[in-house]
């Protein structure tokens, strides 16, 4: 068995798919993936957004982002099925270094940007 890596999939749809063309279109391309031995490990549909420019006179688009483990032999077939669907406006695959993370998202806020002491904002005020 050959050595899989962890990729990330965001592709748009094009905006006159409903919820449920949607939902067609991530199977299939699902099903993409599976073919090509390779398995989802999840999908988060991030829902419909504006564009920053048009694509293909479209402004506006549904993202979807799908973390899957593939084979580096199967990235072009799925490149390819992705390109010649009609359905996809644009698509970015990407491998990720580290193994995916669950999806479940970490509960801690970040922390807070903090001031520099006086000493510090004084010292430099004063030598320049």
């Known amino acids: 068995m050959t050595k899989r ?4 999939l965001i592709f748009i749809a094009h905006p006159d798919l409903d919820e449920e063309g949607v939902a067609e279109l991530v199977a299939k ?14 999908t988060i549909p991030w829902g419909r957004r ?4 048009p694509i293909r006179k479209q402004t506006e688009g549904s993202y979807v982002l799908l973390r899957a483990s ?3 032999a199967s990235i072009g077939k ?7 669907s ?9 491998r990720t ?3 995916l993370p669950a999806a479940k998202r970490p509960t801690t806020p970040r922390p807070a940007a903090t001031r520099l002491p006086a000493e510090y ?3 430099g005020a004063q030598e320049g």
Do not use: M
Request: glycine share 4%; hydrophobic share 40%; no cysteine.
């Open 5 to 8: 890596n962890d990729y990330e």
């Open 29 to 42: 391309v699902s099903g993409w993936i599976e073919a090509a031995d390779g398995q989802v490990i999840q």
């Open 50 to 53: 504006r564009l920053a420019y």
């Open 70 to 72: 593939l084979t580096p």
């Open 78 to 84: 799925l490149e390819r099925e992705l390109k010649l």
């Open 86 to 94: 009609e359905s996809v406006l644009r698509y970015l695959l990407v």
């Open 97 to 99: 270094e580290e193994p």
């Open 121 to 123: 904002s004084e010292a």
